[in-house]
């Protein structure tokens, strides 16, 4: 790991690197809750093969970086995609390829809009702009996270334990469900975070919709990444950012869920190198 705590603007972000830089950048976004651990080494690695200079780093309040009171966030959702641009700056990098997963999609987008100049291309992985007309999340999903107040953040046990029953929810019916390794990123996350608690802060925070009520504007080739079993953000999110996304194509993941299954590491891999080599 390469790890940096990067200081800008009075705001702490820890990120992390793979590959040459000087390669093309691809800057990689996770979703709520979750740290840039989510983005497996192994992935990272293996697309840095591909010829980029891959960054991954904690959004606030995961994480090495500026954290929170619970249930206190002093901040937006606009001031994230601020915080993609620091990380850019950060790395003396003018232009970048984006890539997002769930909300780090939503942060995607919202970037291709408030920041057009410093990206070349975008990857939506499971997300959505939230249009209303839109399938909500499953019933099993909100039955879930209705429970995160009794979890104790503080109990490594407890936190492993939640970050377990959160990916047995997400997955999809194409893949096995692999505990161990579910699990041992979960104890990586709650050994390398500031205020374990704070994840819980993602869930308060607002803005971002004059943004995404504009996905149509977008104006860089977007690729579109969505299983067909995705419980949180079903299906029809992903087909519908494709039809408002011009210059834009959908990879469907048969029977993935909301997850970024080792399985389907090799074509969606493939598929990013391809769709990131053309705006170099």
Same mark, same amino acid.
């Not at 377990?164 to 709650?190: C, I, M, P, T, W």
């Given at each position: ?20 830089? !000087? ?44 954290? &929170? ?21 950060? &790395? ?7 890539? !997002? ?53 503080? $109990? ?22 692999? *505990? ?12 390398? $975070? ?11 925070? $607002?803005? !971002? *919709? $004059? ?15 969505? !299983?067909? *079993? ?31 299954? *080792? ?18």
């Amino acid at each position: 790991m390469n790890e940096r705590l990067l200081t800008i603007d009075g705001i702490e972000l820890c990120a992390d690197s793979f590959g040459k830089q !000087g390669n093309p950048a691809i800057l990689l976004i996770m979703g709520a809750q979750s740290s840039m651990i989510w983005w497996e080494e192994e992935f990272c690695r293996r697309l840095a093969d591909e010829g980029r200079f891959v960054i991954r780093y904690d959004n606030r309040d995961v994480g090495r970086s500026t954290s &929170y009171e619970p249930g206190q966030p002093d901040y937006h959702f606009e001031d994230m995609t601020d915080d993609a641009v620091r990380v850019l700056d950060a &790395y003396q990098i003018d232009r970048a390829h984006i890539a !997002g997963m769930s909300m780090g999609g939503m942060l995607t987008q919202m970037i291709a809009l408030r920041h057009p100049e410093r990206v070349l291309t975008i990857t939506l992985l499971a997300t959505s702009n939230f249009a209303p007309h839109l399938p909500p999340m499953e019933e099993k999903v909100m039955d879930f996270f209705s429970k995160m107040g009794a979890v104790d953040w503080t $109990s490594e046990q407890a936190v492993v334990q939640y970050a377990v029953d959160r990916s047995r929810v997400l997955v999809g019916s194409k893949h096995s469900f692999d *505990e161990a390794k579910v699990a041992g990123l979960a104890k990586q996350e709650f050994t390398r $975070s500031a205020r374990m608690a704070s994840v819980t802060n993602h869930a308060l925070l $607002s803005g !971002g *919709e $004059s943004y995404l009520s504009r996905t149509s504007e977008i104006n860089v080739p977007a690729l579109i990444i969505h !299983g067909t *079993e995705d419980p949180i953000i079903p299906y029809e999110h992903g087909k519908h950012l494709a039809d408002e996304i011009p210059n834009s194509a959908l990879l469907t993941l048969e029977g993935a869920g909301h997850e970024l299954h *080792e399985d389907d590491w090799d074509v969606v891999i493939e598929a990013v190198s391809k769709h990131t080599s053309a705006s170099n």
